[in-house]
């Protein structure tokens, strides 16, 4: 796929020099076009005014904290964000995934990862292209009054826009592909997160939780994804429909 498409434009937002430098090096080699900012403040200005595929931002910054900026980020912008954590700092984490973020690296960790993880969140992002390819255009997915519009990742209840995440809106259509059915963690971690299921990774729950607030109950007041205890979850037909139709 290298060179295939324009270097994919990569904001790195972090306080140290050092590994911002090293990362600018390695990530290069790699493909990404990686502008850095230092500080919190510059931060918001320059993601919304660049035209970033994605931004990398770590959670200890000076002059404005990345929570901070995420907030920030998130009320204009709905850019990829993945968040660089301190290893152990499960509150930050589940904090930053509340607000929005795609996904977390906790720190130190390997360039390699690094690359790997925002490579399967772009590649989330472009679905789009394989749907076109399969078959020109994909019939929109409904439950319901929910829709999922699969060449524009669009998806809407009763016509009113929701706006997701990349990250919530694969979470939804793979679970809207087989309506009724029981997804188990593992198989949600490894279709949509591209890696394996792990008891202590919060990251899941944390989307499940931000796409049912988003996506809203049905009319009746019903869940529309259900949790089973111990096992996963389930996308629920609407209290009339009995039958998947």
């Known amino acids: 796929a290298k060179g295939a498409r324009l270097m994919d434009r990569v904001l790195l937002v972090d306080d140290d020099a050092g590994l911002c430098d090293l990362l600018v090096e390695y990530l290069g080699t790699e493909g ?3 502008t850095v900012v230092h500080d919190g403040l510059s931060a918001v200005p320059k993601a919304l005014g ?3 595929s994605l931004v990398v931002l770590d ?3 000076p002059g404005k904290g990345g929570l901070d900026v995420l907030k920030d980020l998130r009320r204009e912008s709905s850019v990829p964000v993945l968040m660089l954590t301190a290893r152990g700092d499960d509150v930050d984490r589940i904090l930053g995934l509340e607000l929005g973020a795609d996904d977390y690296l906790p720190k130190p960790f390997n360039p390699r990862e690094l690359s790997a993880r925002m ?3 772009l590649r989330r992002g472009r679905p789009a292209e394989t749907a076109e ?4 255009h994909e019939a929109p997915l409904s439950v319901g009054n929910l829709q999922l519009d699969v060449s524009a990742r669009y998806v ?5 826009r929701i706006d997701l995440t990349t990250m919530e809106y694969d979470l939804l259509e793979a679970l809207m ?10 198989k949600l971690m490894q279709q949509v997160f591209k890696r394996s299921f792990s008891p202590f990774d919060r990251s899941l729950d944390v ?3 931000n796409l049912r607030h988003k996506i809203g109950p049905y009319p009746d007041g019903s869940d529309r994804i259900k949790t089973v205890r111990g096992v996963g979850y389930i996308l629920s037909y609407p209290p009339e429909e009995t039958r998947g139709g």
């Open 119 to 121: 490579r399967a969140i």
């Open 133 to 136: 390819a399969r078959d020109g």
């Open 50 to 52: 660049g035209d970033f």
């Open 156 to 160: 809407s209840t009763d016509g009113r």
């Open 207 to 209: 989307h499940i939780s």
């Open 59 to 61: 959670v200890m910054l």
């Open 32 to 34: 990404f076009d990686v």
């Open 177 to 186: 592909r087989s309506p009724g059915a029981i997804f188990s963690r593992e």
